[in-house]
Each structure stands twice: as structure tokens, then as C-alpha cells.
């Protein structure tokens, strides 16, 4: 296969439009590398929570008793007993007869933490503040790393760059003419950048498919473009069922009545976070001696049919309600259900089957890029994608120290301003699907002509001087 030569030129044309498609993959590549490299590795490690959680924490993670369950209040109970003082939240009874449940518990002083119970004896086998284990730690880098709202931007930014370097890639190393189109898959060795663009290519056109299913499927769980999507499937009748707008006869006068669920109740599915958070009849408080507790609430929703491998939550005020929702690997099974605190009415009562077209898939694309959907065969494709997104965060840099000594310039373009045109084009439907991808684009690429392009130092290293040489990709 004959790659085509590098030339430096002025936009215009054609020629523009390769340069600019070819500069947005070489920004993508230098910019977001380290943060792919961090998510890939992060990923690879919550792949496999429940065997690491499992190898590290075998007498906390297994009940050490067989026989009868205790109901939920009980381990509630216990947990509390073993941590004096500490507010229960939530708890996640077993997903297996020889499972421990989780408890979590809010201390007065320090950090909430969860406690591990067995089921049967009720004895607290352990306890651990989640961001301090090696699966919390994981989870929480390749949410946030680890820096709160400006991660989660930051991931969101970083994952919608790398989209666009999957495309520009594949678009600038697909060979020109057919019989180069099976050398591409393969890597050439040998030694300095012809090895690590060999390998950089091919494993972009081996592992871009799934690279690209896991950075789509992860974006609905960013703050900015994933809630967006999750509002704007609800206001369509694609997201959230309906019942979640007309849930209660009395609305609640309080501020509360503004939030969502994602806020009041911890860990829902991603379907159900925008939804307006479901509220207790505030009328009732003045007529009841008390409101229902967790015994009570547990009793109802078995007679609804979750007995077990169900998270119960409780209501964090006296405006909240009780909530209780089954979270499986597949997610068909779904269920996810309300009570008032104090009549202990079932307020709303959803299943996987009333979600919106759009929601729906969703949640299959989540439960497969955390490897649950079917078992290990889910983990290994998964993890060589993951490995894939990796070996690129590292040959793309590694690929242009080698060659920066040589200058760096847009790649020979087509003829034709039709093709020009349609690739333009591309990459503003790139910018209305992912606005802040398009806004940072647009920054990139003024910063290079109007800033880079004027200091001799960046515009030598950059390569974007008009006596650049001509170097090969």
C-alpha cells in the first residue's frame, strides 16, 4: 500500500479541507491521548469490579451462613448496631442466595461508607468508604477523574475528540486504491515511525467499531450532552415513562417539587434520572402519628413482587418517598417502584417495558459496555476494546515525536470540490451532535491560524510554516 505524501500548503479548496480534517486528528490525538489512556485503563478495572471486589474481599463479599434471610431492616439494624450514631440511606440486598447485602450508612462526622452484612446472621463482616477502594477509585476517575463537574466535562470533551479522531482517522489511513485495502489491517514491522504508524493504523481499523460503541454508549452518562439527551428523550415520548408527569393528584408546593429523581434517589438507571422526582402526599403528614419505616416499605413491595436483588432507598426528607429498583445485568428486568412515606400507596410502579423507544436502547448500549449483558464473552470484547483505545492514546504521540523533526503538514488532497464540500459538511454534523466538540474545534483551529501560526517556536514544531518539508504520514 502507497500512503500519500504530506504537503504543506495554503487552505483552499480541496486541499483545505483535508488539512483541516487532517489537523483536527493530529489535535484530538496530542490533546486527549492522556485522558484516553485514563479511561481505557479505568475501564479495563471496573470491567472486572465484581472479580476484583471478589479477590480482594472474599469473607466481606460472601454470606458465611446458609438458611432463611433476615428482612431488610434487620441487616439495617445490625449495620447500625456495628456503627453507632451512623443514618441508613440505602441498601442493596443480596443478588445471590450466598451474596452479603450493602448497607450505606451516613456517619455524623466523615465520609458515608457502606457496610457489608450477611444475610442470614446479620453480623457486619465489613465496611469501606467506596472511593477509597480500587473499584471505587476507577469508577470515580473514569466518571469525574476524580475532580467532580470539571471532570466529567473534561471526560465528555475528551470522548467526543476521540470520536472525531476514530472518523479522521480512519478517513486519512484508508488506503486510495483496492489493493492496498488488506495491507492496511495488518501492522508492517520494522523500526522507528514506520513500526508505530503501522501500528497505529491498524489497530484504529481492528478496534475503531468497538472503540467507537464504547465512547457512544459512555456519553449518555456525562452531565452536559448525556442529561440533555436524557430530557430531551422524555420530552418526546422516547426516555422516561409518563407516568413520572402525572404521578400524584396534589403537587407539592415545596421547592423539592423541581428536583429529579437522579438527585432524590441514588443509582437509579440512567432511563429514570431526568424523570421529575416522585414526592409524598405532604397533606398526609398532618394526619399520620408516623411515617411507614423500612420494614413496612419492604412488606409492600414484596407484595408487589421484589423480595430480593432489589436497592431500597429511603426518603432523604419529609418530602421524599420511598424507593425501591431492581438494577440486573440484563436490563428487561427492570422494575423500579414509589411509596408514599407516610400512606405507604404505591405512587409509581415502572418497568423496562415502559420506557421509550429511545431509552431502551440506552440501557442495553450501558449494560453492554460494562460487560454485564452476557457474561465473559460481553468482558472480553470489551476489554479488547478498551486495550485497543489504549494502544492508540500511546502510538499516536509516540508516532509524532518520531517524526515532528520533520515538520508536519496536510496530507495530498482529492480533486474535486464535491468531496471538499461533503467532508465540510461532515464535520459541522460532528459540531450539532456534540456542540461542545464543535466549539473547541473552532477554538482549536482559530488558535492555530491566528496564535500557533504566528510564534516561530509552535509554528516550526507544529509544522505550520510555508517551507515546511514534505514528510510521509
Given amino acids: 500500500m502507497t500512503l500519500p505524501q504530506l504537503q504543506t500548503q495554503e487552505f ?54 446458609a438458611g432463611p434471610q433476615l428482612p431488610p431492616e434487620r441487616m439495617v439494624d445490625d449495620a447500625m448496631a456495628a456503627f453507632p450514631g451512623a443514618r441508613a440511606t440505602r441498601i442493596d440486598l443480596p443478588t445471590a442466595p450466598d451474596r452479603t447485602a450493602v448497607v450505606f450508612l451516613t456517619p455524623q462526622q466523615g465520609e458515608p461508607f457502606r457496610v457489608y452484612v450477611d444475610p442470614v446472621s446479620g453480623e457486619a463482616r465489613g465496611s469501606f468508604v467506596y472511593t477509597h477502594t480500587l473499584v471505587g477509585f476507577a469508577d470515580t476517575a473514569h466518571g469525574s477523574l476524580m475532580l467532580g ?65 464504547l465512547l457512544l454508549t459512555g456519553l449518555p452518562w456525562s452531565d452536559n450532552w448525556g442529561s440533555n439527551l436524557n430530557k430531551m428523550m422524555g420530552a418526546v415520548g422516547l426516555g422516561y415513562p ?67 436483588a432489589y436497592r431500597l432507598v429511603y426518603p432523604r426528607d419529609a418530602h421524599d418517598v420511598f424507593t425501591a429498583y431492581t438494577y440486573p445485568d440484563q436490563p428487561e428486568g427492570q422494575r423500579t417502584i414509589h411509596l408514599d412515606q407516610y400512606s405507604g400507596e404505591v405512587v409509581n410502579d415502572v418497568s423496562f417495558a415502559d420506557y421509550g ?14 460487560g454485564n449483558y452476557f457474561g465473559l464473552p460481553n468482558q472480553i470484547l470489551m476489554l479488547a476494546a478498551a486495550l485497543g483505545a489504549a494502544m ?35 464535520l459541522v454534523g460532528f459540531g450539532v451532535i456534540f456542540p461542545l466538540l464543535g466549539l473547541s474545534a473552532l477554538l482549536v483551529l482559530g488558535l492555530e491560524r491566528l496564535v500557533l501560526s504566528r510564534i516561530p517556536a509552535t509554528r516550526d514544531w507544529l509544522g505550520l510554516s510555508s517551507h515546511a518539508k514534505a514528510t510521509p504520514q
Wanted: include cysteine.
Fill in 357 to 370: 423507544a429511545g431509552a431502551k436502547a440506552v440501557e442495553w448500549g450501558v449494560q453492554l459496555h460494562m
Fill in 242 to 308: 409518563a407516568s413520572y408527569r402525572t404521578h400524584i393528584d396534589h403537587p407539592p408546593t415545596a421547592p423539592q417539587s423541581e428536583e429529579k429523581l437522579g438527585e432524590t434517589a441514588s443509582g437509579v438507571p440512567w432511563t429514570l434520572e431526568s424523570a421529575p422526582a416522585p414526592h409524598s402526599n405532604e397533606h398526609m403528614m398532618h394526619h399520620m402519628d408516623q411515617p411507614i419505616d423500612v420494614g413496612q416499605a419492604a412488606s409492600i413491595f414484596a407484595s408487589r413482587g421484589l423480595t430480593t
Fill in 149 to 213: 463537574d470539571l471532570g466529567d466535562a473534561i471526560v465528555e470533551l475528551a470522548a467526543c475528540w476521540a470520536i472525531l479522531m476514530i472518523a479522521t482517522g480512519i478517513y486519512l489511513w484508508w488506503p486510495r486504491d483496492a489493493g492496498g485495502v488488506l495491507g492496511a489491517f495488518f501492522p508492517r514491522f520494522g523500526k522507528g515511525r514506520g513500526l508505530w504508524r503501522s501500528l497505529h493504523g491498524a489497530t484504529g481499523l481492528w478496534t475503531s467499531t468497538l472503540v467507537l460503541f
Fill in 392 to 426: 492508540l492514546a500511546l502510538t499516536g504521540p509516540i508516532m509524532w515525536l518520531h517524526r515532528r523533526k520533520s515538520g508536519l503538514g496536510a496530507p495530498a488532497p482529492f480533486k474535486g470540490g464535491r468531496v471538499a464540500w461533503g467532508l465540510l459538511a461532515a
Fill in 12 to 65: 483552499g479548496g480541496a486541499a483545505s479541507a483535508r488539512r483541516v480534517i487532517f489537523r483536527l486528528h493530529f489535535y484530538a490525538g496530542l490533546l486527549i491521548a492522556p485522558f484516553v489512556l485514563v479511561l481505557a485503563l479505568t475501564g479495563i478495572v471496573y470491567l472486572f469490579n465484581t472479580e476484583i471486589d471478589d479477590a480482594l474481599h472474599p469473607s466481606w463479599r460472601f454470606a458465611a451462613h
